[in-house]
């Protein structure tokens, strides 16, 4: 079954299937309203950019049904501004369970530096139906990946590292992500550079709105 892939900004993405929805890292420079018809939510890690706290917990008081999964702290901000504990739940690297009808995997643990002197943040890498979201962090996950979602620009990141980490991963297809602290020009560089040096079959920047088939 196809499972139909689009980009809501920055570092969040919706995967839709057979009348099911689930969201990755619905941050502050994101789709404010991608949570409408969630059925699921997976975030990496606690940074404002990945997850905006009053709008999970406002989409948690308003769908029932809705699930969200994250790491330790991002559970501990949920639940501490109100959110249902028993629909919040934690994940740890190494995990396995279904979220929204997906299948989900969990990877890693840890961010990338930032720099030496502040902490390393928990983060958790997905992967979903063959789609792999690190978070931030250049996890490989030990299971073969089909399209990789791809940090291109930030503070904790270079380009080259953008470019180690598509050929260790060796995906069908790469769709860069993580890129609202790039101008245009950052941008368009960026995609010159992972999509030459990288070595992908695919390196596919998506429109928004655009639907990148999945599996099938």
Request: glycine share 12%; net charge negative.
């Amino acid at each position: 079954m196809t499972t139909s892939l689009t980009v809501h900004g920055h570092a969040c993405v919706r995967l839709e299937r057979d009348g099911r929805v689930l969201v990755l890292d619905p941050g502050s420079f994101s789709d404010r309203g991608v949570l409408a018809d969630a059925d699921a939510v997976l975030v990496t890690h606690d940074h404002a950019d990945h997850v905006v706290v009053e709008d999970l917990v406002a989409a948690l008081a308003a769908q029932p049904e809705l699930h969200v999964w994250g790491p330790a702290p991002v559970v501990a901000l949920l639940t501490g501004e109100g959110a249902d504990a028993a629909r919040v739940h934690e994940a740890g690297p190494g995990e396995r369970w279904t979220a929204g009808g997906f299948e989900v995997q969990a990877f890693g643990g840890s961010h990338a530096v930032i720099h030496p002197d502040l902490p390393v943040p928990a983060n958790l890498a997905y992967l979903v139906d063959g789609v792999l979201h690190p978070g931030d962090s250049f996890t490989v996950p030990d299971l073969p990946v089909d399209v990789l979602l791809l940090p291109v620009g930030g503070p904790w990141m270079k380009v080259a590292e953008a470019v180690d980490h598509v050929r260790a991963v060796r995906p069908r297809v790469v769709v860069p992500i993580h890129d609202a602290v790039l101008a245009e020009a950052g941008q368009g560089l960026a995609d010159r550079l992972v999509g030459t040096l990288g070595g992908a079959p695919q390196y596919r920047r998506l429109a928004p709105g655009e639907r990148l088939a999945v599996g099938g």
